[in-house]
């Protein structure tokens, strides 16, 4: 009997690192629906907001007095704190859609509600006055935001606006100097399983790349320093005919579970291997608005018995060897784009993080739960890392705040259509892209 040739090929070993779950905030545990109204939610944003900019007023326009809407007097200079509502002609209106006068107009709907005669009205309790002036530009601002104003009222009882203070960038926790080595943590969203866009074998070579099990000695390496795996949000995609509400035939039903379970067999893979948190998106089985709740994980029988396997909010935070990750599935940005306009999603991306609110536009014309005594979507701590997934190209932003913050945006596009993830290194926040293409060329 031929004795057996053992392998002797190097065996690598995956670097470790330190995981914090921080999506407590998130969570929708104790809260209590009692038909209460979306007021309150605004009302706790303007209360944390107002305190912030009262702090930084006096650094910024020392010799100004800060006023309530109702106490402005004509031609006198103050500041004004409150919470911005930009009047939209071409914003779609519920009750429109039942109006008789409509019917004859086209169903086509635009990308984009923006109009030149848009304007922005600031409130707070007291009352609302109709800004002037160029330092406000409609064309950037969108409802729910934050703002202090310096400015005086006119004779027509407009607000006239001279220059404006956003809250910045929040306070950032340290980033530690003692990473030696590189670690990357992996960023993908809209695997779209299940629709006609997704290719199955696309995917199967990211977690073959991923599990160490492609490539040659040096890409296996690269492999070793994975030490997490995000997926923010449109995951599985189903059959539209197969979820219109009415009770689906036994054949019916296995097809709508089997983007799901091809899911949870790429996700064991990763998971029998390296840590791995699943966020909700659109199109994906969870509840509507945001913050969007854990998939269940009766979906996952084969990856949720895995310690490293995680089924996380939308928005999501976390932290990896003290490196501050946030991010959500898109949704927040894809809203801003429809109601505000800028060169590049990642302006988007920055303007959320200066506003120091995640979702300005919930609950305006963005789903979220009416939350009474808090807004979790404040940004209180800086992050490191700030991605938003399902958009429709890469893209990457180094971003620096006034007390030396440093951000990294990244907007992750459509795995689906572009076979693109992004690793991004621990060390020195550095990233490169992860391309993988079934295409013979």
Known sequence: MESMEIDSEKVHERKQSEYNYLDERFEIQKEMYRGQ?????????????????????????????????????????????????????????????????????????????????????????????????????????????????????????????????????????????????????????????????????????????????????????????????????????????LINGQNLASKDQSTLYEPIRELDIMLNQIAAGVSVDIMPGLNDPANFALPQQPLNRCLFPGSAPYNTFRSCTNPHSFDVDNIRFLGTSGQNIDDLDKYSEAKSKLDFVERTLRWRHLAPTAPNTLGCYPFTDRDPFLIETCPHVYFVGNQDKYDNRLVKGSEGQLVRLICIPKFCETGIAVAVNLKNLEYHTLSFSTQIS
């Open 37 to 241: 109204q979306y007021s309150q939610i605004y009302f706790a944003r303007l209360h944390l907001m107002r305190t912030l900019l009262y702090s930084l007023a006096p650094t910024w326009k020392p010799h100004l007095p800060v006023c309530k809407v109702l106490g402005l007097e004509e031609g006198k200079e103050c500041i004004i704190v409150g919470t911005l509502f930009k009047h939209m002609k071409l914003k779609p209106c519920v009750l429109d859609e039942y109006s008789k006068e409509r019917s004859v107009t086209p169903l086509v709907k635009p990308h984009n509600f923006m109009h030149p005669d848009d304007n922005l009205i600031l409130e707070d309790e007291s009352g609302r006055v109709k800004l002037g002036g160029s330092a406000l530009s409609p064309a950037i601002y969108v409802t729910g935001v934050v703002v202090a104003l310096h400015g005086k009222e006119t004779s027509a009882g407009e607000f006239f606006v001279e220059d404006v203070l956003e809250a910045g960038l929040p306070p950032q926790i340290e980033r530690p100097i003692d990473l030696q080595e590189d670690k990357y943590v992996v960023l993908l969203s809209g695997l779209c399983i299940g629709s006609k866009s997704a290719n199955p074998l696309q995917f199967q070579l990211l977690v073959d790349h991923i599990t160490g099990h492609l490539g040659d000695e040096e890409e296996q390496g690269l492999a070793a320093q994975i030490v997490h795996v995000v997926i923010a949000g449109n995951s599985v995609e189903f059959p539209r005919k």
